[in-house]
Nanobody, 127 residues
Framework: QVQLVESGGGSVQAGGSLRLSCAASGYTDSFRCMVWFRQVPGKEREREGVATIDRDSSTSYSDSVKGRFTISQGYAKNTLYLQMNSLKPEDTAIYYC???????????????????WGQGTQVTVSS
């Protein structure tokens, strides 16, 4: 059984940094694409993909985080990271990691492309 568990969220002031982690277990060989999505308060039906990484470690970023966020994987590729620097209040959201078998792994991507999700971790950035 595949399981994704996020950690590392918290509260930080604008300009600060956080590092999110997503530990994957189970049959992870099926993961061709892993993504960090975020859901902002009041927009429960919308999840924005902010960073992707594929099996070859190619990455993509949304314009809103490009240059500030970095997605990476651990050596065994069963841990996903999101290093978030220069955080802004508009980065406040619940961050989810997701994994799927989609071969195309560049933003924009959509939630229905991904069958495996973590429970989310809250990131709050104060001004």
């Amino acid at each position: 059984q595949v399981q994704l568990v996020e950690s590392g969220g918290g509260s930080v002031q604008a300009g600060g940094s956080l590092r999110l982690s997503c530990a994957a277990s189970g049959y992870t060989d099926s993961f061709r694409c892993m993504v960090w999505f975020r859901q902002v308060p009041g927009k429960e039906r919308e999840r924005e993909g902010v960073a992707t990484i594929d099996r070859d470690s190619s990455t993509s970023y949304s314009d809103s985080v490009k240059g500030r966020f970095t997605i990476s994987q651990g050596y065994a590729k069963n841990t996903l990271y999101l290093q978030m620097n220069s955080l802004k209040p508009e980065d406040t959201a619940i961050y989810y990691c997701a994994a799927g078998g989609t071969a195309y792994c560049y933003l924009p991507l959509y939630t229905w492309d991904f069958g495996y999700w973590g429970q989310g971790t809250q990131v709050t950035v104060s001004s």
